[in-house]
């Protein structure tokens, strides 16, 4: 056993120190408050232990106080503490609570105005977040456009929250071709339906103008107007040369791409082999 000799001859153990010395601290907090420094009943944490490096106990009492608002009492970290919370001390004094309505749900609140929210024109109109923000979307929002709107393509959107097809703008719009395709046919679209614009042009979502059809039927009668489009046409660019030429110029098994091009490509691959 490691031992230290003193003077005088005498030998103590060196763990015996080292316990002394961490227990210095909390012998003295307990030293301090037997004294009658520190009164025990004014704080929550009469005695702390304390790490051995941070010196003397300083300031391990929190006294008890009374908010000079609300009157509730409250442990004080300083001296000149004088509200329990920071509402009660932005609270202006001799303003008492109110009972006011919702102007979304109509329910009673309480309502206390403190000089942190005078400049808020709404404040005290709603009983909670949720009812201000839904106060403000639709009609009661200050830039309410009548509930139309279109998107990036161009499309018409009419505000529709209640709509089971209601997908757009955070769920609350429709497309306009689908709630005119609706009233046309009497009845909801199913969801294995599509409209059609007949004319090729999607902001005019006129009823004579609109057709409702399967996904399948739509892709076929596209396929047959570009095939129709394409029987029209006099020239076509040529995939390799890129040039425009006469549709008697291009290859017969490759429709993108000109006989001459087609001709150097066999001609290359001929040379290789």
């Known amino acids: 056993m490691s031992a230290i000799e003193l003077r005088g001859g005498l030998f103590v153990d060196a763990r015996a120190i080292a316990l002394a010395i961490a227990l210095a601290p ?4 307990m030293d301090v408050a037997s004294s009658g420094l520190m009164n025990q009943s004014e704080s929550r944490f009469p005695y702390r232990l304390r790490h051995p490096h941070q010196g003397p106990s300083r300031g ?19 001296k000149s503490a004088r509200f ?13 609570q109110e009972i006011r309505s919702c102007a979304f749900c109509g329910n009673d609140f309480a309502f206390t105005q403190y000089p942190s929210t005078l400049t808020r024109h709404n404040r005290g109109l709603f009983c909670s977040l949720s009812c ?21 393509d161009g499309r018409t959107l009419i505000y529709a929250p209640d ?33 059609h614009h007949i004319n090729g042009i999607h902001t005019d ?24 489009y394409r029987e029209t046409l006099t020239q076509r660019l040529c995939s390799d040369c890129f040039q425009w030429k006469d549709i008697s110029d291009m290859c017969a098994n490759h429709r993108f791409r000109c006989k001459a091009c087609h001709a150097q490509r066999e001609r290359i691959s001929r040379e290789s082999h």
């Open 60 to 78: 391990t009492m929190m006294p008890t106080k009374q908010c000079e608002r609300c009157g509730l009492d409250f442990h004080a970290s300083k």
């Open 26 to 29: 909390l012998c003295y907090d």
């Open 132 to 152: 201000s923000r839904k106060y403000r979307i639709g009609p009661l929002n200050h830039t309410w456009r009548g509930g139309r709107c279109n998107n990036a």
């Open 84 to 96: 329990c919370s920071k509402r009660c001390s932005n609270r202006r004094p001799g303003t008492a």
């Open 205 to 228: 979502n006129r009823p004579d103008n609109l057709m409702v059809m399967t996904p399948s039927e739509h892709k076929k009668l596209h396929q047959k107007q570009d095939n129709a």
């Open 163 to 195: 709509h089971p097809d209601a997908r757009q703008g955070r769920g609350r719009y429709i497309y306009e071709y689908r709630l005119v395709a609706e009233q046309l046919i009497g009845r909801p679209l199913r969801r294995d339906e599509v409209v």
